[in-house]
């Protein structure tokens, strides 16, 4: 049998429904693959051996007494877990210093649904601290290196879950996308990843960024994957006050009959041209290119507020990052620093909090105090709230034109370890053409349309849709895939070095 | 200074905040259960001890009960409404923020008429309610070792979570002006109202003693009406109907004797003693807590039906002041009658009492009488004294068939509250019964008037109030089972005095 690691999730989840190759089978093959590689990639924060090979034998004793009827559709397939999302009896760190120690004591509601499917969660990949940051540099634990080369970034605040799909340590992984941490990620590492409606899939057990904006996603190495992890993981869920009691989107059955034809595809103009790197606008022009080859009627469409939603961003997200992060003070969970029986609980809390957290979620819950405070209030927060609204007035006028918008995913292909780490505005630019999608709630999609010429680094391409329209995303991400698959030969990440 | 000069050199403005706890079986965001009195942080979930992940769900009953309380206060009802996060750090809030509302109340504008007895009756006072609105409580600390109890000195704290999250609503009156010397008497009646009506509608036990219902009194003096509002003090910790006199007419003393030293106002928050009926300086509000308030992202926006909101108006109870004006109409009372019933907080005994077949007149004798000044010497309520207002009833009823004096039914009391029984328990146990033949009582008569030749001549001398003696005497004789009427009509006849 070829390398299980190798296999897409569909068809490692046909091949345990089979009986080619048990789950224990599986999902060693993957914790084998992470012994040999995440001590250059460091995607993983946590590996859960055992509890992923009590998994795998679960669903093995299943299969051994119900058949392949009992199983659902990625029962037995392994998948790596954002460490942003609570694991009961399992460390979950978001990447932080200040939650070293802490097990969680319930299961976050992806979590709950992706134990409940069967699938075998392998451990908590790395992420920058609370999700704050595009390059995984910000994690207190040490980067994520890039499979496409170690010496470059994985993207984040997901860079841990993209590196691992990337790098065949784990067919499948979940992201959270808060301004791009899925979908930047997927970009610059040759995989997919999907942004879905906000409150297309539960918050509860996410430990919080941003609430408005946060989203959590499934990462995969084909639109088909995501689309099969992204049924499992939605759905209206009462215990998160901003899950969407609808039906989820058809996204698997769109996965399947990729088609674009007679659709009207949107490029945004105020996402293309200055500021993206030459490679990856001409990989990004010959995939509209193709798109209307395939049938897609492609028009150009003006987002004239666009260019305002980065600024709108870092007021809205540091301003509530810096709520959502003040209960981080060491009374209840996790590290507590300076209790010596002398010290007042003030000096306890301020002391938890100045070594527990990093540079950057200190930059961002400064930022958003001020953003918050009496007097400044108006100016920062409301403005960015404006603003806000001004862009999801653009999405509205754009898809009363087009069924889907596309951009490059991200600006460049990935950066140097430490290059941006000085700066962080060069940093948040990132994520210039992902955040628009977050401050409307409209979902997104990342694939690969190809390599840089300039860095042979691959290239994203971001399909974005109307609020609950996910599935016209996977239709088009699924009818691109294989076009362009069609033309190369090969996955692309088949081009990567070899680990 | 004193209270005559306060009033007579300074114009109070009162303003008043009252906090109702709910009496709803689950907390405000979660599902955990808020009986009171349960051994520390057995009440407690992800979502009230703030864990990572972990995310507010609104509790429908708690919103219907502000709804509820915010018509009988006469406000409009916010067709759309949000929470807000209140930011500060204290341990017993387990967020470092608190869920309340800020400027989006879900009720607002109304008012609610309080009624103070002054030597010629009630008086009622129109107090403007700026709004009500919804919140959750923290969590209690306590702090052990020291000497005061207080956080300062303590060897350490702990904190009890059980109270965390459970629903309060916050009743906000406008600036109450132009009270005068009456300020004192308003402010409580005001929050005596507030709390029959919450007990009427039912929607929390109010309890003052159990923190179930707290107020904090805001005070301001001025010169004169004519003036601008000074600076105000906010009392806290006023957990009694009798404090909240108190605590105005001590602030106005106190803040009369700085203003007329030619010392300013701080506007701080004062704490109140109970014990010593003062209040001390708490935190200044000069270094203005900033408590950064923005929208709560957790929570989606309310938005009450308006035909749901009709029909809550349409089933609303019948409010206290309503069923006051119907009582004192049934029973005949006048408005001082009224008041004595209200300030001894007898209006529901008297009320089951008559409906148990008691004449108004009695109930009222009876529970504003020898019932009332039982409760006292044991210290509780009328409603907490031990007897029914059906053995009440029956008492009134053996009194009114002649069956008993008013002496013997007096023991008759005392019998059923040692636990003796049912009233005819009580009479069959003592062998209570009026002495009726005239025989018996002309031979106690008889030998009263001889042990007590001085008090006869004074009697025959036209002191007819010595009688007394010789009645005392005759029923000492009997055991108080004899009609002292009867007595003294015997006596008069022996002794030939015409009535």
């Known amino acids: 049998m070829t390398d299980l690691t190798r296999m897409t999730a569909a068809r490692l989840a046909d091949v345990v429904a089979g009986g080619q190759a048990s789950a224990v089978e599986v999902t060693q093959a993957h914790l084998d693959r992470i012994t040999a590689v995440d001590h250059d990639v460091h995607a993983f924060l946590h590996v859960d051996t055992d509890g992923a090979l009590a998994a795998a034998a679960a669903v093995d004793t299943a299969r051994a007494r119900d058949g392949r009827s009992g199983l659902g559709p990625l029962a037995g397939v392994p998948l790596a877990l954002k460490d942003v999302l609570a694991m009961e009896g399992v460390p979950t760190t978001c990447g932080s210093r200040i939650l070293e120690g802490w097990l969680p004591a319930y299961d976050a509601t992806v979590t709950r649904r992706l134990k409940d499917a069967g699938v075998v969660i392998l451990g908590k990949t790395n992420m920058d601290e609370f999700a704050m940051g595009s390059s995984t540099e910000h994690s207190a634990f040490g980067p994520t290196h890039n499979p496409w080369d170690l010496s470059r970034i994985p993207g984040g605040s997901g860079g841990g879950s993209a590196a691992a799909v990337a790098a065949f340590e784990a067919p499948l992984a979940i992201g959270t996308d808060t301004g791009g941490s899925i979908r930047q990620p997927a970009a610059v590492t040759g995989t997919v990843g999907i942004k879905p409606t906000y409150g297309g899939v539960s918050r509860y057990g996410l430990v919080a960024l941003a609430s408005s904006l946060d989203q959590a996603g499934p990462c995969a190495r084909n639109v088909l994957d995501a689309a099969l992890l992204h049924a499992v993981i939605a759905g209206h869920d009462p215990l998160d006050s901003t899950s969407i009691d609808r039906p989820v989107p058809a996204v698997v059955e769109a996965a399947r009959h990729g088609d674009v034809r007679g659709m009207r595809v949107g490029v945004v103009r105020e996402l293309t041209g200055d500021g993206y790197q030459p490679g990856v606008q001409q990989r990004f022009d010959e995939a509209v290119v193709l798109l209307q080859e395939l049938g897609a009627q492609v028009v150009e469409v003006s987002c004239p507020h666009f260019p305002y939603a980065l600024a709108a961003y870092y007021l809205i997200l540091p301003s509530e990052c810096s709520s959502n992060l003040a209960k981080f003070d060491g009374m209840r969970f996790g590290l507590r620093v300076g209790d010596d029986g002398t010290r007042s609980v003030e000096e306890v809390m301020g002391r938890t909090r100045a070594s527990g957290f990093g540079e950057e979620a200190i930059r961002r819950i400064m930022l958003g105090t001020y953003a918050l405070s009496a007097g400044y209030y108006d100016a920062f927060y409301g403005s960015a709230q404006k603003v806000r609204t001004l862009v999801t007035g653009d999405f509205a006028a754009a898809f009363e034109q087009v069924d889907v918008l596309v951009s490059p995913t991200a600006p460049t292909t990935a950066f140097k370890l430490g290059e941006k780490l000085d700066d962080p505005l060069a940093m948040y630019l990132n994520d210039v053409a992902t955040i628009p999608a977050n401050l409307a709630g409209t979902p997104g999609l990342s694939l690969p349309v190809g390599l840089a010429p300039e860095d042979g680094l691959p290239v994203g391409l971001q399909v974005m849709a109307p609020v609950l329209a996910d599935d016209r995303l996977y239709r088009v991400g699924a009818a691109l895939e294989a076009a362009l698959l069609d033309r190369w030969g090969a996955p692309i990440l088949d081009g990567a070095p070899t680990l | ?499």
């Open chain 2, 1 to 499: 200074m004193a209270w005559e000069q306060a009033v007579s050199d300074f114009d109070p403005v009162l303003g008043l905040e009252v906090h109702v706890e709910l009496s709803t079986q689950t907390k405000m965001f979660c599902g955990c259960p808020t009986e009171f009195g349960a051994a520390p942080n057995t009440q407690t979930c992800p979502t009230c001890l703030a864990l990572p992940g972990a995310l507010p769900v609104v509790n429908a009953v708690a919103v219907e009960s502000a709804v509820r309380l915010g018509l009988a206060l006469n406000c409009s009802i916010a067709s759309w409404c949000r929470f807000a996060r209140k930011n500060y750090f204290y341990p017993d809030m387990p967020k470092n923020y608190q869920i309340s509302q800020y400027d989006e109340p879900i009720a607002f504008g109304g008012w609610l008429d309080v009624e103070v007895p002054t030597s010629t009756g009630g008086r009622i006072h129109r107090i403007e309610i700026e709004r009500a609105h919804m919140e959750e409580d923290t969590g209690k600390s306590s702090h052990v070792g020291g000497q005061t109890g207080r956080i300062h000195g303590a060897d350490y704290s702990l904190v009890d979570y059980n109270r965390a999250g459970i629903p309060l609503i916050e009743v906000v009156t406008k600036p109450i002006e132009g009270l005068g010397e009456m300020a004192p008497d308003v402010a409580r009646a005001f929050v005596a109202e507030l709390r029959a009506l919450v007990v009427s509608l039912g929607i929390s036990d109010a309890h003052m003693h159990q923190g179930s219902l707290r107020c904090d009194v805001n005070l301001s003096l001025r010169q004169s009406p004519s003036h601008d509002f000074g600076t105000r003090s906010e009392t806290k910790n006023v957990n009694s109907l009798r404090s909240v006199s108190r605590a105005v007419r001590y602030e106005m003393q106190r803040q009369g004797a700085r203003l007329k030293a030619g010392e300013r106002i701080v506007q701080e928050t004062r704490h109140w003693h109970e014990d010593t009926g003062i209040t001390t300086s708490g935190r200044s509000k000069e270094q203005a807590e900033d408590y950064r308030y923005f929208p709560e992202p957790d929570l989606v926006p309310l938005a009450p039906d308006a035909d749901w909101v009709e029909a809550l108006r349409a089933a609303l109870p019948e409010l206290p002041a309503a069923r006051r004006r119907r009582l004192a109409a049934q029973w005949g009372l006048s408005d001082l009658e009224l008041t004595a019933v209200l300030n001894a907080d007898a209006l529901d005994v008297i009320e089951a009492t008559v409906a148990d077949g008691a004449s108004p007149a009695s109930a009222r004798k009876w529970w504003l009488g020898e019932l009332a000044r039982l409760a006292n010497e044991r210290d509780v309520d009328l409603g907490h004294l031990g007897i029914f207002p059906a053995d009440v009833a029956r008492v009134i009823a053996l009194v009114d068939a002649g069956t008993l004096t008013d002496t013997m039914a007096r023991q008759v009391v005392d019998g059923v509250l040692a636990g003796e029984g049912s009233p005819d328990d009580v009479v069959a146990g003592r062998g209570l019964e009026v002495v009726g033949d005239d025989a018996t009582l002309q031979a106690a008569i008889d030998d009263a008037v001889a042990a007590n030749p001085d008090v006869v001549d004074k009697i025959r001398s036209g002191k007819v109030s010595a009688s007394g003696v010789i009645v005392g005497a005759v029923m000492k004789a009997t055991r108080g089972q004899a009609d002292a009427a009867r007595v003294r009509e015997l006596l008069m006849a022996r002794l030939e005095i015409s009535p």
